[in-house]
């Protein structure tokens, strides 16, 4: 479910027509996290920001800057992590 609000982002971003994505990867939506309740899993941070790259490049030619946030449960956050780099590496 909250990976499917971001199609609605989405949208508004391709009417925008923004130069580059400014991603805040922020990783306390994940399950294990004590501050918010919204239960992404790790691998979920993966196919967001794969989401989020692929809209990138048909948008604004793939130009994304992101950001390290950050979490408040340390393994989570290794994961999390982890996941986003990846597919910011495979991209």
Do not use: W
Request: net charge negative; glycine share 4%; with cysteine.
């Amino acid at each position: 479910e909250f990976l499917n609000a971001y199609e609605s982002i989405f949208k508004k971003l391709k009417e925008f027509k923004p130069d580059f994505i400014l991603l805040s990867a922020g990783f306390d939506a994940h399950k294990d996290d004590p501050l918010a309740q919204i239960n992404l899993e790790s691998k979920d941070y993966y196919t967001l920001t794969k989401r989020i790259l692929d809209f990138a490049k048909k948008l604004c030619d793939g130009k994304v800057v992101s950001i390290l946030e950050g979490g408040y449960d340390l393994n989570a956050l290794k994961e999390s992590v982890d996941y986003h780099v990846k597919s910011l590496m495979e991209s």
